[in-house]
């Protein structure tokens, strides 16, 4: 079982819709990353975060500890908005230099 | 710029043939880290450093080597390449370590036949 679980894997969605992708990881950790990695390889951090929520512009990034689960909000969505959404995590105790991954929500919006 | 460079961008090599990716960042950060990215896998980390000299594995380190004698640089070492090293590998740094927003290199894309 992977540590950290992303669904949906693939999420087609028409212009202006909200979008929801979710997170859920099996381990204790110190912060979680939202990244998004374009259609042409460049990989963006979007939100570090450890608790609570965060907002960006039309992004909204959530984190419930207790649960262990994490939901990347995107509100009117756009064409540009296009791209694959990383979660990774950042277990907790350690040397704080690791990250774990999620596999990734390919995300299209369409026009 | 506050940037991460990484080179080259492409590579293609044959099995055996050392070769080593730079990484290269302009933002005084203490954390550099190496990933590979494959279809159905995801990214995976490679090895990291938290400082200068400071140096430890990551998920998948068998078949790589890394060393930090400067701040800004962070190169790759593949001493002899193999096919199953075929993939996209991307550098990034950070102030501090995982816990602070992380930037990524562009990436550098590895063929070895």
């Known amino acids: 079982k992977n540590e950290v679980e992303q669904s949906p894997q693939n999420l087609t969605a028409q212009e202006g819709e909200f979008i929801t992708i979710n997170c859920s990881y099996s381990?204790?950790?110190?912060?979680l990353h939202w990244l998004q990695q374009h259609p042409g390889g460049g990989i963006v951090s979007l939100f570090m975060l450890s608790s609570g929520k965060k907002k960006h512009g039309r992004l909204i990034a959530t984190i419930n500890i207790q649960e262990k689960h994490s939901s990347l909000h995107i509100t009117a969505s756009h064409p540009r908005d296009s791209a694959v959404y990383i979660c990774a995590v950042v277990p907790r105790g350690g040397s704080q230099g690791n990250l774990i991954f999620g596999k990734g929500t390919k995300l299209s919006v369409k026009p | 710029e506050a940037q991460v460079t990484q080179n080259p961008r492409y590579l293609i090599t044959v099995t055996g043939k050392k070769l080593t990716v730079t990484c290269s960042q302009n933002?005084?950060?203490?954390?550099m880290s190496w990933y590979r990215q494959d279809p159905g896998l995801g990214l995976r980390q490679i090895y990291y450093?938290?400082?200068?000299?400071?140096?430890d594995k990551g998920d998948v380190p068998e078949g790589y080597k890394v060393s930090r004698k400067e701040k800004r640089n962070f190169p790759l070492i593949l001493e002899s390449p193999s096919p199953n090293q075929t993939s996209l590998y991307f550098c990034a740094s950070s102030l501090g370590s995982t816990k602070n927003i992380q930037y990524f290199g562009a990436g550098t894309r590895l063929s070895v036949l």
């Open positions: 450093s938290m400082n200068v000299e400071v140096t």
């Open positions: 381990v204790g950790i110190s912060a």
């Open positions: 933002m005084n950060h203490e954390y």
